[in-house]
């Protein structure tokens, strides 16, 4: 296949003081075989460890672009960098991966074919090689755990937003990551979710697997009980019925649930709410029971 029949791909990395992992990262992007034309997006979310200074130097080959934003949050900072995308598919990447040969054409193979609207890659444990999670489920208690491992394609009710592949032309047909997220979590999980309900299919593709620096200590940012609790409510109130929405707040810690949710129904989230459901194909109990979530 000629190399101009490949569609172009914007490879969307947010970053927040990641050290040298990124630059590893994205020389990793550079070492390994594809196909497929691609450009290199950083959006760089207020990084304090010049992590990125090394970047502008090579801003003038065209082959990557720094964003730079203040305190978006993981989401917003993806959303950003999906704003300046050339792709006709994102690839969204954490700045700690490293990748093998053609990667980027197996992972973009289910969308390219029709298959699927957005997939994940089996992603392994850099220290642990052997270790490698498929995709996501939740429990009983809406935790994200790592589905077992398949041999094959398979439909999935989570991405991993490590490396998550989606076409821009879905991506912004759901309004993209979440919007009203604070810092980081559930991003990835509420995207799912979302594409599930509005008709879009969410796939593993375990024919290639790419490495992920786990970190051993919390992330190199500040995360509160408070910020992580909110998008949890908020991705409750935006795709659950009430049931499940008090089940959620029953599940809330180490934050008062009736201050997060006195300043959720303050903000648009009932706009937000009324929106996506006029909008979806199927509700949250069509997807419960699709996946067999205890929830």
Known sequence: MEHERYP????????????IHLKKTIESLHAVETMYPFEIIIVDDG???NCCDFIRFKLDDGLIKLKETTGLGSAMA????????????????????????????NLLEPIVNGKADASNPGIADSGNPESIGFGYTWNHKLEPKWNVEKHLPFYTP??????????????WGVGGFERGFKVWGREDEELSLKLW???YRCIVQPKVTILHYFRPS??????????INWNFLRMAYSHF????????????????????????????????????????????NWFMEKFEIPF
Request: aromatic share 12%.
């Open 8 to 19: 172009f791909v914007s490879v969307i990395i947010p970053v927040k003081n990641e050290g």
């Open 47 to 49: 990084s304090t460890d």
């Open 78 to 105: 993806r959303n950003s960098g999906a704003e300046i995308a050339m792709g006709e598919y994102f690839i969204f990447c954490d700045a700690h991966l490293a990748f093998e040969d053609k990667w980027m054409e």
């Open 158 to 171: 989570l991405l991993a937003g490590g490396c998550l592949a989606i076409s821009s032309k879905v991506f």
């Open 197 to 199: 309900l509005f008709g």
């Open 218 to 227: 919390s992330p190199p940012f500040k995360i509160t009980w408070d910020d």
């Open 241 to 284: 019925n009430q049931e499940r929405i008090n089940k959620c707040k029953s599940l809330i810690e180490y934050s008062e649930p009736l201050d997060i949710q006195q300043q959720m129904l303050q903000s648009d989230i009932l706009k937000q709410r009324s929106h996506y459901l006029s909008r979806r194909k199927y509700d949250d």
